[in-house]
């Protein structure tokens, strides 16, 4: 039986189709400066979910970026460098800002930073560069929202995506949560197999379907997504950075934050299957009082996916580092290539949405191709990614404004690093943005000590806290806990751990 439109649903569709055709190209920020020529270029290179223990180039048995590694010979690598915080949120708004999360306060999944922080980032610091940004991850995009008004071009997230939900994006700005809602309910069947339009759920399908099957056999995974459909190809993103930077006006500031490895990790056909019976086993970890109870058996399927998944990112940056090179935009151009944060697949957990903050979530790349520079070289000193700015900020030749909590990383610095100073990761997804923490985690990183300490948390018993110390020379697996034999030194650190803690807590009293 043939079943006809409602005039709902007619004027539903008649409303896609048209509006899909007016979106403009970019969202431009109308009161952003424009580019004052003379200076370099900075390209900022980000990939989500990427940790530093699971990089070849940083020591880690399997071959994960031979590409990477190969360039690493004419950058600055950095092999000590932390996360401001422990996922996408937070990490991304300390490396935007140059604050710590206790300090800009977006703390909580798709949080924001505090009022006092909307024009102290890095796109409004940088008001003679023209200023692009773009993201697969919408957590990113809420902080980019933000900041809009100091950029100049303002990508969609669904530009780069194959089939998505990027209508809801553009017409619903003010009530996109509300919005997705309906959009979820009205075009999209559930695995119960139903939706509330029929007619509408199945158009939608097919047009998905059209747009990716001849990709299917490219992906034996499934082809890389975020939040349900909306597919993409990281080598559509490369060629699309490809055919914009050199058209771009100069000097400019590209900030490009793309969700590999990020879970869920569907590699190319390439790289599938290649560490799968290579033999290796991680070392084996006690489960930590905190743990998921994730079976070992799954942790390491989950992280040999994940390794495969980096080779794709490894090919990819290698394709667009070429095109750099060979457009000659290399020689007037900083490049920096990072994380946001890292990925864990050990003590019972996987993933990075955890109270812990182990190295392999908190250690992430950082490597500076300077313009001109033909030689590596390799900086052993902690740093932090609220070190980013000031050291962009430094090498452009601006002054660094007060509020920036991070040091110019060497070698560029005026001076030498300093031996001991301190670095924290905080981890504070429970607690109100704007008021004291109430439960938290934060790390205190110094000289070759690691300090870690828990509060809040009903599982840990009566107090709700914990601290830990590891020697990260001696111990870089975190595999002895020194806290109850070193006493003094244990002390000492967290008393400077809380000190700190109470200062930052202290503005939002």
């Known amino acids: 039986m043939k079943r006809h439109l409602s005039r709902r649903e007619f004027l539903q569709l008649a409303t896609l189709s048209s509006l899909s055709l007016a979106f403009p190209r970019f969202t431009l920020a109308p009161n952003a400066s424009q580019a004052v020529p003379g200076g370099k270029n900075i390209l900022i290179i980000v990939f989500d979910a990427l940790s530093a223990s699971n990089i070849s180039l940083y020591g880690y048995p399997r071959e994960t970026m031979p590409n990477l590694a190969g360039l690493s010979k004419r950058a ?5 460098h932390f996360a401001g915080g422990p996922f996408t949120t937070p990490g991304t708004a300390s490396l935007l800002t140059g604050t710590l999360p206790w300090t800009h306060r977006a703390i909580r999944h798709n949080g924001t930073v505090a009022e006092a922080y909307l024009q102290k980032n890095i796109f409004h610091t940088f008001p003679n560069h023209y200023r692009i940004a773009y993201s697969h991850n919408p957590l990113v995009n809420t902080l980019f929202a933000q900041f809009l008004g100091d950029m100049n071009a303002f990508i969609p997230r669904d530009k780069l995506f194959l089939a998505s939900d990027g209508l809801i994006e553009r017409l619903y700005k003010g009530d996109e949560d509300i919005a997705a809602v309906s959009w979820e309910r009205t075009i999209k069947r559930k695995e119960e197999g139903f939706a509330y339009s029929l007619f509408l759920s199945h158009i939608y399908e097919r047009y998905r379907d059209r747009k990716i099957a001849n990709l299917k056999p490219l992906f034996p995974r499934g082809i890389p997504q975020i939040s349900g459909d909306n597919y993409f190809l990281l080598e559509q993103s490369t060629d699309w950075i490809r055919s914009q930077l050199g058209a771009l006006p100069q000097p400019f500031l590209g900030y490009f934050h793309f969700l590999p490895p990020h879970f869920p990790y569907k590699t190319h056909r390439d790289f599938f299957g290649r560490f799968e019976k290579d033999g290796w086993e991680p070392p084996q970890k006690p489960e930590d009082p905190l743990s998921q109870r994730k079976s070992p058996d799954n942790l390491l399927k989950w992280r040999t996916w994940y390794d495969e998944f980096i080779l794709y990112v490894d090919r990819e940056f290698g394709r667009l580092f070429s095109y750099l090179e060979q ?73 660094i404004p007060d509020w920036i909590e991070g040091a110019v990383l060497p070698p560029y610095a005026p001076s030498s690093p300093d031996p001991n100073r301190s670095l924290y990761v905080v981890q504070a997804r429970e607690s109100e943005p704007l008021a004291p923490f109430t439960q ?12 870690t300490y828990f509060f809040g948390y009903e599982r840990l018993g009566e107090s709700g806290e914990r601290v830990e110390l590891y020697d990260l020379e001696a111990d870089p697996e975190e595999m002895q806990d020194l806290y109850p034999v070193q006493k003094a030194l244990g002390a000492a650190l967290l008393a400077e751990l809380k000190a700190s803690l109470a200062e930052a807590d202290r503005l939002y009293q």
Request: charged share 15%; net charge neutral.
């Open 76 to 80: 600055v690598v950095y092999h000590n």
């Open 327 to 399: 457009s000659g935009l290399l020689d007037n151009t900083w490049v920096l290539f990072t994380s946001d944060h890292g990925e864990m697949f050990e003590r019972g957990i996987s993933g990075h949405i955890t109270p812990v903050l182990h190295q392999p979530l908190v250690r992430i790349p950082l490597l500076i191709f300077e313009p001109g520079r033909k030689t590596g070289a390799d900086v052993y000193t902690l740093t932090s990614a609220v070190d980013v700015l000031p050291t962009l900020l430094q090498a452009s030749g601006q002054a």
């Open 440 to 451: 938290a985690t934060v790390a205190l990183v110094k000289g070759r000590y690691k300090l």
